[in-house]
Structure formats: structure tokens, C-alpha cells
């Protein structure tokens, strides 16, 4: 019953910068528990951020350049990347989930119940 679906992917010269939003649908508040992962080809999802009511975690790599944030009112959390790298170059997937914020396995995507289709992102060097 519950639907993500992301946007705002696309390719950058490293350096650069782009916004990926998930929006919630079905009966969520996606801003209660949220977060999002990566996925490269024959790698397994990796953690980059977690939101909850404002609280924000990140994973090594991206802290600094990365940037997760929730609007209650529409719905949505969003991850704003700057100064990309290569090595960002992934499929990016949010998740949300009643209590995996709360969790010592936040950061393992199976603590996540609900995903997004994910949108892709490609930096170039």
C-alpha cells in the first residue's frame, strides 16, 4: 500500500551537482523514517543517508557533499548531492520503513521495508 518513486537523476561532470526526490504515497508518512541507498552493477545496496523528523545520518563517502531532507506537507524526502564524484555513479534508491531508523541495522538494506524503482546517476571524470 505504500509507493515511492524517485526522480532527479542524470549525468554530471564530477563536480557537479544534482537533487533526488522520493515521493510517498499509500498510507506513509515518508519523513517519519527515510532513507536513501545506492546500487552499482554486482554490488549490493549501500546506505548514503537516513532522515527522520530531521534528523539526518550519512554514510562516510558522502559526508560533506550530501544533503537529506523531508517536507511533511508534501510528502517527500530529498537528497541533495554536490560536489559529485565518479564514484557516485549509481542507481539511487530511497526506502522507507516504520522502524528501521530506530534500528542498529539502519544502514542495512534489509531493515528497509518499502522502495522506490530508483533513478539513475552517471558522473563523469
Known amino acids: 500500500q505504500v509507493q515511492l518513486v524517485e526522480s532527479g537523476g542524470g549525468s554530471v561532470q564530477a563536480g557537479g551537482s544534482l537533487r533526488l526526490s522520493c515521493t510517498a504515497s499509500?498510507?506513509?508518512?515518508?519523513?517519519?523514517?527515510a532513507a536513501w541507498f545506492r546500487q552499482t552493477p554486482g554490488k549490493g545496496r549501500e546506505f548514503v543517508a537516513l532522515?527522520?523528523?530531521?534528523?539526518?545520518y550519512y554514510a562516510n563517502p558522502v559526508k560533506g557533499r550530501f544533503t537529506i531532507s523531508g517536507d511533511n506537507a508534501k510528502n517527500l524526502v530529498s537528497l541533495q548531492m554536490n560536489n559529485l564524484k565518479p564514484e557516485d555513479t549509481a542507481t539511487y534508491y530511497c526506502?522507507?520503513?516504520?522502524?528501521?531508523?530506530?534500528?542498529?541495522?539502519?544502514?542495512?538494506?534489509?531493515?528497509?521495508?518499502?522502495w522506490g524503482q530508483g533513478t539513475q546517476v552517471t558522473v563523469s571524470s
Open positions: 532522515y527522520y523528523h530531521g534528523t539526518q
Open positions: 526506502a522507507a520503513d516504520q522502524m528501521a531508523c530506530f534500528s542498529r541495522a539502519r544502514v542495512m538494506s534489509s531493515s528497509w521495508h518499502d
Open positions: 499509500g498510507h506513509t508518512d515518508v519523513t517519519n523514517c
